[in-house]
């Protein structure tokens, strides 16, 4: 086997958001960085190539969002109402969607460090803006942010990545493409480098430390029926074709112990004629969050869900996992002309897979692989439930919620009753993996018995620990980025010792 004798201090597998600032951080700190992607250029970068660019960090006044997305002082402030999101908050809302699982001392360095992780991405190149039309109505002239998320970074993943790989360009990064890592390479007690697997053949790459930000195992089809279960291996892939789980196997086979929600995933509801992995051209426009103003029902014309039980950036991750358990893991989701001009952008986009009717009758018809008889049924108990007598209010937990039916919608529970229906038909799309790498407070892999696998260092998707059931808009971006600084900081000082 071929080795390649070069002089890399900082060795980062992957190409995405925590890759680059793994990168990024260790090339700032002197070190002498190489990356390594399995895609070709044209594809890089991991699921951070499609996400649309949420990002969730503490903030308690706009002071701190004008420093972080300085345009906004271009804008009429007294119309928007951005609330706060204290870092308590912050804290809370993690432990509460894990179901107080999450690892407290990562979700801690999480919270306290993704604002500064914010300025220091905005001083690498990459914008941030106000998070309109995803994480806002306007409610008569005002915008009214809900949920805890601000900003957006501007351009999605597409500008993310193209800010990031220009500053790893002018700091003389190189990125590798085409190069698969098939194992880790181990010297005296410590990780020296990885074999990799291009065009040329098998080889070997040395550094003095290694840092594994390849993302989860979400693109490949015998893992998730491995790990997540029956059905999982047939769901669609929102993201890269190229996050295959080789970095997880890669550490196992060096001795790093894992954590996390091992048969958890990240997954939303994605139109049931996307392809079966991202399309870039596309990005994430074949998402469908507005559920909450609707209905969604299964096959037997059911409905499955509390679509009101919160805001989607709370509720979406876990209700794509229960499209898995549908009968032919489709749905479609069901609203009135009252909510349709709340809609986000990819209910507009082309193309979709979208049915309307001027009747609830013609619509049952419409509903390709769904039982007419059990929606319509489904449709007329829901209308006749009875409700409060309180204000439809999109931006707040407004009470309008039924009651008595087997599953009850606790907020925005409009009847259907307002002529033409739209219908959008939905299976389930997976995001990213939950279960991972255990790692210390310094981005560190660790063995079974907790101590540091030396040279070894992870960020982003591949580490486990903070992600059980269900996840918040936003903080993977933000995970990312603390991680990767952390970890390429890390990685850095001990291959400069």
């Not at 119309?79 to 894990?98: H, N």
Request: with cysteine; net charge negative; aromatic share 10%.
């Amino acid at each position: 086997m071929e080795t390649h004798s070069e002089d890399i201090d900082v060795l980062v597998i992957g190409a995405g958001n925590a890759a680059c600032c793994a990168a990024l951080s260790a090339r700032e700190a002197g070190a002498r960085v190489t990356m390594i992607e399995a895609a070709p250029k044209d594809a890089r970068g991991g699921n951070s190539a499609y996400t649309g660019g949420a990002f969730r960090f503490p903030f308690t006044s706009i002071d701190q969002l004008l420093e972080l997305s300085p345009d906004l002082a271009e804008m009429d402030l007294s119309k928007i109402e951005f609330g706060t999101y204290p870092k308590e908050q912050y804290f809370t809302d993690v432990a509460d969607w894990t179901q107080y699982r999450c690892d407290p001392v990562l979700t801690e360095i999480l919270v306290d460090n993704s604002f500064e992780a914010g300025l220091w991405l905005r001083n690498h190149g990459v914008r941030f803006q106000p998070a309109f039309g995803r994480v806002a109505f306007k409610v008569g002239d005002t915008f009214r942010f809900w949920g805890g998320l601000a900003c957006h970074i501007w351009g999605g993943g597409e500008e993310l990545l193209k800010a990031e790989h220009e500053a790893l360009e002018k700091m003389g990064v190189e990125v590798r493409y085409e190069t698969i890592c098939v194992g880790l390479v181990e010297t005296d007690g410590r990780i020296a480098g990885v074999k990799v697997r291009t065009a040329d053949g098998v080889s070997e790459v040395r550094a003095k430390a290694v840092v594994l930000a390849c993302g989860g195992f979400e693109s490949s089809a015998e893992m998730r029926a491995r790990y997540l279960g029956p059905n999982w291996d047939l769901v669609k892939v929102r993201g890269t074709r190229y996050n295959t789980g080789r970095g997880h196997q890669m550490a196992i086979d060096a001795g790093a112990a894992v954590t996390g929600h091992w048969s958890g995933a990240h997954a939303c509801q994605w139109d049931m004629n996307a392809p079966p992995y991202g399309d870039l051209s596309i990005g994430d426009k074949f998402q469908k969050h507005n559920y909450p103003l609707g209905i969604v029902v299964n096959a037997r014309g059911e409905r499955f869900i509390d679509e009101g039980l919160d805001f989607h950036t709370l509720t979406y991750a876990k209700y794509g996992q229960e499209l898995v358990k549908q009968p032919g893991l489709l749905a479609w989701q069901v609203f009135d002309q009252k909510v349709t001009k709340y809609f986000r952008d990819e209910y507009r986009m082309r193309p979709v897979t979208k049915v309307t009717a001027d009747t609830l009758e013609e619509l049952a018809e419409k509903l390709e692989g769904v039982d007419p008889k059990g929606f319509l049924n489904t449709v007329r108990e829901y209308n006749d439930a009875s409700r409060p007598d309180v204000t439809f209010n999109p931006s707040v937990h407004d009470g309008l919620r039924t009651s008595g039916l087997a599953i009850d919608k606790t907020n925005w529970a409009n009847r259907l009753d307002t002529p033409p229906y739209e219908a959008y038909g939905v299976t389930a799309g997976i995001t990213f993996t939950f279960g991972g790498l255990k790692i210390s407070t310094q981005a560190e892999v660790e063995n079974m018995a907790g101590q540091p696998i030396k040279g070894l260092f992870a960020a982003g998707e591949i580490v486990g620990g903070l992600y059980y059931h269900n996840y918040g808009a936003g903080t993977g971006l933000a995970a990312g980025a603390v991680f990767g600084r952390i970890a390429g900081a890390s990685a850095a000082k001990l291959a400069l010792a």
